[in-house]
C-alpha cells in the first residue's frame, strides 16, 4: 500500500457530517494536488450543510451564502455525497472502517447543555436547541409544540445562540415572512402572545459571550424596545479592572458600551420588550404541570485563584412570572460507539485532529475529529475552516509517516452495503433537486425557499426529480 495516494490507489477517506467542519475537512483533503483523494460524505439528514441550515437564525440569509463555498467542494471530482444515512443506525463505524483508509468525524454537537435545576422538564422549559431547530424545519423536531400563550420568556444564557432565540421570539411576522422559516413556526410565532422576553446572564456585562453585530441587533428591532436597567450595568471592581486593562477583549468592551447606550434609552413603547438582566442565576422553574414562573438567584462576581472572573450566589431570591423557558447555555456533544468519547467534555478526545483512545493511552490511526464534536461547542462558521485545516494535516502526516493504509479496503463497497440494507440514500444530485423544489416554492412569496420540514417530503423531491430525468 506504499503507493497509496496515487492516481490508481487513492486515499479513500469518509467524513461523518456535512455541517461547516466536514466540508472544509473535504476541500482540504481534495484540494492537493500531489495526493490523490476520495471523500466519500455522510449525513443522517438528506440535507446537507448541518447548522448552516439548521441553526443559522433564518434572518441573517448573507450568512448562508458560504453555502456557494461548500457547492464547490462538491462539485470536486472524488467528492461523494450520502445523505438520509446514519452512522450508528445505517453503517457501523466498523464498516466504514474496513473500506476507507480514514474515518472523519465532524458530527457536531446536536444535544444541549442542561441547568439541572428543579422544574426544567417541566412543560414550557425547553432547550435553545430545540427551539432553533423547530423554527429551522430540522425533520426531527417537525412535530414540537411550543406554547407560546404566555406574556412573558426567559431565555437563559449570554451567548449567540440566546441572542438568537430571543430575536426569533420579538420579529414580526411580515418579518418571518420573507425567510425561510419553517411556516409552522411562522404561524405560530406570528399568533404568539410573547410581549416580554428576558434574558438572563449569571456573570455580568463584561462577560457576555455575544458578539458586537447580535447585540446591537437587540437595539434594532422593528417591534421591540431594548430595556437595561442602568444599576444593572455597575460593573463589580474585577469587571471594572478587566473592562480598563489592555488585555480586555475589544468585544468585550464594546458590549459594555452597547448594553450603556441601551440602557439610556427611551422606550420607545413598541408592542414588545427585551429586558436584559445580569448576575442572575435560574435556581428553579415553578408550575403546576407547566411552566408558570422561574426563580433566580443574584450573583455576585469574584476572581478566582487561576484569575477568572466567576460568579457566585448571594442567595438573594426573586420569582419571575413567565410560560416559555429556553435555556441557552451551550450545546453538547453524543458518543459514537465504536470510537471513544469524553463523556465530562462531550467530545471526542484527540490530539491536532488525531482520536485518542484515554483508556488504552493510545491514538487511534485511521479515525479523526474535526469541527465542534472536536473542539467542543464554539466558534463560527469560519473557526472550523482552521480547524479542518489542521486535522487534514495531521491525516496527511500518518499517510507520510505510514501509520494509516495497512489495510486493503473490504468488499462490497458502501453502496452496496447501502443499496442491500433497502436504504433511501441521497446522493448530492438528489439534494439539488430537494434545493431546486425548496426554491422554485419560495419564489412565488419572495423568500429564499420554503424547507421541507419531513424526511420523506425531501426523499420525494428526489425521486420525482429523477422520474421527470428519466
Ligand atoms: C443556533 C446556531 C446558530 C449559529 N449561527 C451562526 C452564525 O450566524 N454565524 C456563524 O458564523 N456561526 C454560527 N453558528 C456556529 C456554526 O454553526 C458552527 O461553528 C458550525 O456549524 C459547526 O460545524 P460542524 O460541522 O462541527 O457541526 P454541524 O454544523 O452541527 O454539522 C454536523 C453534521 O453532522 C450530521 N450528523 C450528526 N450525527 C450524525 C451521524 N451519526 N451520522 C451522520 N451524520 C451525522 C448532522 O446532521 C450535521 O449535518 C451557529 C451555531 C448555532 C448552534
Ligand atoms: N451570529 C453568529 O455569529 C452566531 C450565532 C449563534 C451562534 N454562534 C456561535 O456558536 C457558538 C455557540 O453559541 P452559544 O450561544 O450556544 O454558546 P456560548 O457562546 O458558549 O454561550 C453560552 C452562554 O451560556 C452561559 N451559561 C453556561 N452555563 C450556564 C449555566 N449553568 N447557567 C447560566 N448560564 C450558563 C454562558 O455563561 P458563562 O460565560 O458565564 O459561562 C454563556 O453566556 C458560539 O461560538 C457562538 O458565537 C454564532
Partial sequence: M???????NPLRVAIVGSGPAGFYGAEHLLKRDDVSVEVDMFDRLPTPFGLVRAGVAPDHPKIKSVIRVYEKTAARGGFRFFGNVEIGRDLTVAELEQRYNAVVYAYGTATDRRLGIPGED??????????????????????????????????????????????????????????????HAIEALAESAIAEIVIL??????????????????????????????????LDPASREYIDSEDCDPTHRRNVEIFTDFSERQPEDKPKRVVMRFCCSPVEIRGEGKVESIV??????????????????????????????????GYRGIGLEGIPFDPRRGLIPNEAGRVNDPERGEQVPGHYAVGWIKRGPSGVIGTNKKDAQETVATIFADLESGAIGKREPVEPP?????????????????????????????????????????????????????????
Fill in 2 to 8: 506504499s503507493d497509496l495516494g496515487s492516481l490508481e
Fill in 122 to 183: 417541566l412543560p414550557g422549559s425547553h432547550a435553545a436547541t430545540e427551539f432553533v431547530n423547530w423554527y429551522n424545519a430540522h425533520p426531527d423536531f417537525a412535530d414540537h409544540r411550543f406554547d407560546l400563550s404566555a406574556r412573558r420568556a426567559v431565555v437563559i444564557g449570554n451567548g449567540n445562540v440566546a441572542a438568537d432565540v430571543a430575536r426569533m421570539l420579538a420579529l414580526p411576522r411580515a418579518e418571518l415572512d420573507v425567510t425561510d422559516t419553517a411556516d
Fill in 201 to 234: 446572564g449569571r456573570r455580568g456585562p463584561a462577560q457576555a459571550a455575544f458578539t458586537n453585530p447580535e447585540v446591537r441587533e437587540l437595539g434594532e428591532l422593528t417591534d421591540a424596545d431594548i430595556i437595561i436597567d442602568p444599576a444593572e450595568l455597575e
Fill in 296 to 329: 433566580i438567584g443574584h450573583n455576585e462576581l469574584y476572581r478566582d485563584d487561576s484569575g477568572q472572573i466567576r460568579a457566585r450566589d448571594t442567595g438573594e431570591r426573586e420569582e419571575i412570572e413567565c410560560g416559555l423557558v429556553l435555556r441557552s447555555i
Fill in 414 to 470: 458502501i453502496e452496496v452495503v447501502l443499496a442491500a440494507r433497502g436504504g433511501d440514500h441521497i446522493t448530492y444530485l438528489d439534494w439539488q433537486a430537494i434545493d431546486r423544489a425548496e426554491v422554485s416554492a419560495g419564489e412565488p412569496q419572495g423568500r429564499p425557499r420554503i424547507k421541507f420540514c419531513r424526511i420523506d417530503e425531501m426523499v420525494d423531491a428526489a425521486r420525482s426529480a429523477d422520474a421527470v430525468a428519466s
